[in-house]
């Protein structure tokens, strides 16, 4: 049986993280056996992984360490990255997130592991808030066999960035397993009832991390300008405060809207919220593939979503969902506006969209295209 040593930075419960579990859990069956290797045990998805029966190997980093100590905990844990690759002898190493890409391919490299793959997940934006992360990108890059990409949109950005060809990067969608999202459809008047939605709300749904790109400043402008036209109006704003919910708050009393908005915080109930609402929102800036919206897609929920990056790619270029100007309060006002007045538009939009991401985005055809790449890739040559 062939090797898959995985390489992320920790087990939180973030999207990068839980597609890299459900892909995993997908290969169970295959000629491939999946080891993990984290820079840190931590996170709640520890125990899912364990499980699944997937080995861990710790890498020893604390990302709360001081900066004195973080370089020696970093150069520790590539050692013992290193390590495992020479005792393990992978076919493969894949890493998966922007650091332990340069981890991967690094050790990879030195392990003479025979087929080395890094990841793009998202839009190469942290390159503009460190510089120098786009050397480091561009090295892992380099020391790949290939690089998978979640969206074409990823891929372009990638490009653009760093140049060199495009051959060399494999689009592979995320997949969705919407069995769960189907199913709590059934509790719909049931969670509405537990959020003090009355049976007349129209309820809109925005599930985004409190960051500044994400676009709730604008979805907020936007309810000011729709409230007086549909008063029974009400959003939900579901996502962790990253810094901003204070401002956020404020910006609502000074629209006016503060009645019209229940903000939740981080919820793991995202399906029977999804359940309870009538239109999703993703007003971001800026988007690789956004986890969140294809969850959306999957529960039948007709979609507003601005033009950015891999949105654009996900709603067919608008058959699947409305697509608004990024940073435009009054564009995102009239495409929601259209929804609100079209109850037939609503149920054509979330029924295509559901059926798209079953054939287009399940977890099987996922697993399927990254055998593809594994059963090419090992035994060849692909040195770059």
Avoid: C
Avoid at 274 to 282: E, M, R, T
Wanted: aromatic letters at 4%; charged letters at 25%.
């Amino acid at each position: 049986m062939g090797k898959i040593v995985y390489v992320i930075g920790s087990l939180g419960r973030g999207g990068a993280e839980t597609q890299l579990l459900m892909l995993m859990r997908g290969l169970k069956d295959s000629e491939f056996a999946s080891l993990l290797f984290v820079l840190e045990r931590q996170g709640d998805l520890r125990e899912e992984v364990e499980a699944a029966g997937i080995p861990i190997t710790d890498g020893g980093y604390d990302s709360l360490a001081s900066r004195l100590m973080k370089p020696p905990l970093l150069a520790r844990a590539l050692f013992r990255l290193w390590r495992l690759l020479r005792r393990q002898h992978p076919d493969v190493v894949h890493g998966v997130l922007p650091l332990t890409n340069l981890f991967a391919a690094v050790a990879g490299r030195l392990a003479a592991v025979p087929l080395v793959i890094t990841s793009r997940r998202a839009l190469n934006t942290h390159q503009d808030r460190v510089p120098g992360w786009r050397y480091a990108d561009m090295l892992s890059a380099r020391l790949s066999d290939l690089i998978v990409a979640n969206s074409m949109a990823v891929k372009e950005d990638t490009v653009r960035r760093e140049g060199g060809g495009s051959d060399k990067i494999k689009v592979i969608h995320n997949g969705i397993d919407a069995q769960h999202l189907r199913a709590a459809a059934d509790s719909r008047e049931r969670a509405r009832a537990s959020l003090g939605l009355g049976p007349l709300d129209l309820v809109l749904i925005v599930v985004a991390n409190l960051i500044p790109y994400k676009g709730h400043a604008e979805l907020l402008d936007a309810l000011a300008r729709l409230l007086p036209r549909h008063p029974r109006l009400r959003l939900l704003v579901v996502g962790e405060d990253r810094g901003i919910g204070g401002t956020l708050r404020e910006q609502a009393d000074l629209l006016g809207v503060s009645s019209s908005v229940k903000w939740l915080g981080l919820r793991r109930d995202i399906p029977a919220l999804l359940a309870a609402a009538d239109i999703y929102i993703s007003a971001s800036h800026e988007e690789g593939f956004s986890n969140a919206l294809l969850e959306a897609m999957a529960a039948g929920k007709p979609v507003v979503a601005t033009r950015v990056g891999g949105n654009v790619e996900m709603l067919d270029e608008g058959t699947l969902g409305l697509l608004a100007a990024p940073g435009n309060p009054s564009a995102l006002a009239d495409a929601i506006e259209r929804l609100l007045q079209d109850p037939k538009m609503r149920a054509g939009l979330g029924a295509r969209a559901a059926r798209q991401v079953a054939a287009t985005y399940s977890p099987g055809r996922m697993r399927d295209h990254y055998l593809e790449i594994y059963r090419s890739g090992v035994g060849g040559d692909n040195r770059v």
